[in-house]
């Protein structure tokens, strides 16, 4: 079955503190793997997309990595500000002859609390 | 447009009415998605359409919910006999359909159900 977990459900940081999110995946035939923040009442916005072949991908202070062996990726977010309160949702895709369907988590709660 | 538009961006309906909810994707994008969103929670997937394909329909919750899109166009997502139980944001994304390409989301319809 293709799933996709994230860890912590909730976060709780203090601003200018650094963060790690997590996100195991078992999507199978894997293409490539996105991170998205959701503002609330808003519709998510991507972070980065990385695919099998990448292991690192950064966005301003935003920088995710990718293992595809062990099937786990990270958000890690650097100097935390007050404007990245939102959840975190990680996406997993099948390859495109699978229908390129994408697989979601249930996202990580940010709180950044100053 | 540059992004995906929905409407309406707001929807209270009394319950038993029928809704319609639209989608207008990018253009050019193949794939789109309708996900909903209770309150709290992860994003629910509920039908998927690539191109000409027969669309994935295994999210929709009951038969009182039902879509359409013709080609590459606009989609439309109509829930008849509204519950309250319906209640929730109701998210487009649609996307290229290729290998390593991200999907872009609408900010969403928030229906509520009275």
């Known amino acids: 079955k293709n799933q996709v977990e994230q860890s912590p459900q909730s976060l709780i940081i203090l601003e200018g503190k650094n963060c790690t999110l997590q996100c195991n995946y078992t999507v199978s035939p894997f293409s490539n793997l996105r991170w998205y923040k959701q503002d609330t009442g808003r519709g998510p916005v991507s972070l980065t997309i990385?695919?099998?072949?990448?292991n690192t991908k950064s966005n301003g202070r935003y920088t995710a990595t990718l293992d595809a062996d062990t099937k786990q990726s990270s958000l890690h977010i650097t100097a935390s500000q007050l404007s990245d309160s939102a959840s975190y949702i990680c996406v997993a895709s099948m390859i495109k002859a699978a229908g390129n369907k994408l697989t979601f988590g249930g996202g990580t709660r940010v709180l950044v609390k100053p | 447009g540059a992004g995906v538009s929905q409407s309406p961006s707001n929807k209270v309906t009394e319950k038993g009415k029928d809704v319609e909810l639209r989608c207008d994707p990018i253009?050019?994008?193949?794939?789109l998605y309708w996900y909903r969103q209770r309150l709290g929670q992860g994003l629910e997937f509920l039908i998927y359409?690539?191109?000409?394909?027969?669309p994935d329909k295994s999210g929709l919750p009951s038969d009182r919910f039902s879509a359409e899109r013709t080609g590459e166009s606009v989609s439309t997502l109509t829930i008849q006999r509204t519950q309250q139980e319906d209640s929730a944001v109701y998210l487009c994304?649609?996307?290229?359909?290729?290998w390593g390409y991200g999907y872009t989301f609408g900010s969403g319809t928030r229906l509520t159900v009275v």
């Open positions: 253009s050019g994008h193949t794939a």
């Open positions: 359409f690539q191109g000409n394909s027969a």
């Open positions: 990385m695919t099998f072949s990448e």
């Open positions: 994304a649609s996307g290229p359909g290729g």
